[in-house]
């Protein structure tokens, strides 16, 4: 049995994980929070919930002691300076927590994406806190994209809300850099995503700090192939070149239009355009080439295959 602190428990990925964690029916979970659980909201009678406050350090760390886990889902858009998961952090060590994830989930490298820039702030941070020594275990959980995603505008996890990509299913259609279809994306379900995540909170050898979980890696062109063959005809795909979006230029006849619900409407059409260029620009460099050091510490862990996947979802739709 390991006690586990949730910290952003009430989220979407969170609840994904909590779910995998209740199903192992072994821990003891607590949810931090700084709000009251809505009556509505009710996650699970098994669940404890703690009301923190994350510029108290002291409030912090009363609510980490004794617990062994830590699994952060702090929204990152929301705390631009980091603030609430170094406070986190501190009070994890001052309370002699063992191990720490901080909110990744997602790509290897953040470049060209600086939405979530905040993921490298707490990468360092953490690497400071362990240079002299191994002061708190961690790793850095990072499936890729979701896979999910890729069934846009249906909902196939139970907590996660569908986003659009640059790969449009519904309407068979995609984006891609002219010269670069063979890059390199790695796409994961939710479910895998966050069963890998629970394994590893009972897993006993030491956390690799590099925390890959490799459900599919495919190229861009294999996605495209998949996509015919699930949707029954070629996409309609739109090349950009590189000198255009390196230059902040998305020369496409369509964009994307659905936002994750943490972000402002102000917000929303600038960030539309720039994931679209990020996460081009950044898979041509590599970053969605995830490592898999979880797959090699679970090697009997069967992943869902992106294409029977697929093709379920899209079975019978329009
Ligand atoms: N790979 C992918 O495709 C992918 C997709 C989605 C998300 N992700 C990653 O998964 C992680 C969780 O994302 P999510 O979509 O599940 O997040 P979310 O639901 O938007 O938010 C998670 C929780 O963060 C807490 N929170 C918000 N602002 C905060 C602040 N300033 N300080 C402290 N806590 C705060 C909130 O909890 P309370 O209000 O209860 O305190 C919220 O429920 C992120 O790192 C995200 O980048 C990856």
Not at 32 to 46: D, F, G
Not at 133 to 149: N, W
Not at 233 to 253: N, Q, Y
Not at 259 to 281: F, M, P, R, T, Y
């Amino acid at each position: 049995m390991v006690k586990i602190a949730i910290a952003g428990g009430s989220g979407q990925v969170s609840r994904e994980v909590i779910d995998a964690l209740l199903a192992a029916k072994k821990h003891e979970i607590t949810v931090l929070s700084r709000k009251e659980l809505p009556a509505a909201k009710v996650i699970s009678p098994e669940i404890q919930w703690k009301i923190v406050d994350y510029d108290d350090k002291e409030c912090l760390v009363e609510a980490l002691l004794g617990i062994h886990t830590v699994l952060s889902f702090v929204q990152i858009l929301s705390d631009p300076d980091q603030k609430s998961q170094k406070n986190l952090i501190d009070a994890a060590i001052s309370a002699g927590v063992r191990r720490f994830a901080p909110s990744e989930y997602g790509s290897k490298d953040t470049i060209n994406m600086p939405w979530w820039q905040g993921k490298e702030i707490i990468r360092e941070y953490l690497k400071e806190v362990n240079r002299k020594g191994d002061i708190l275990e961690y790793t850095l959980f990072q499936p890729g994209l979701f896979l999910d995603y890729l069934a846009y505008p249906h909902k196939t996890s139970k907590h996660v809300d569908p986003l659009q990509t640059i790969f449009d299913f519904e309407s068979r259609r995609a984006i891609v850099i002219d010269g670069y279809e063979g890059a390199i994306i790695t796409l994961t379900t939710v479910a895998d995503a966050a069963t890998v995540i629970a394994q590893a909170v009972d897993y006993e050898g030491k956390w690799p700090t590099s925390g890959g979980i490799r459900g599919n890696r495919v190229t861009f062109s294999q996605v495209l192939g998949i996509g015919h063959r699930v949707r029954g005809c070629p996409f309609k795909t739109e090349k950009v070149k590189i000198e255009d979006i390196e230059a902040g230029h998305l020369k496409t006849s369509w964009g994307l239009s659905a936002v994750h619900q943490a972000v402002s409407e102000e917000q929303a059409s600038d960030l539309l355009k720039n994931v679209s260029i990020g996460i081009l620009l950044s898979s041509s460099k590599g970053a969605w080439d995830i490592s898999d050091e979880w797959n090699q510490v679970f090697p009997d862990y069967e992943f869902t295959p992106i294409e029977s996947f697929l093709a379920k979802v899209w079975d019978g739709k329009p």
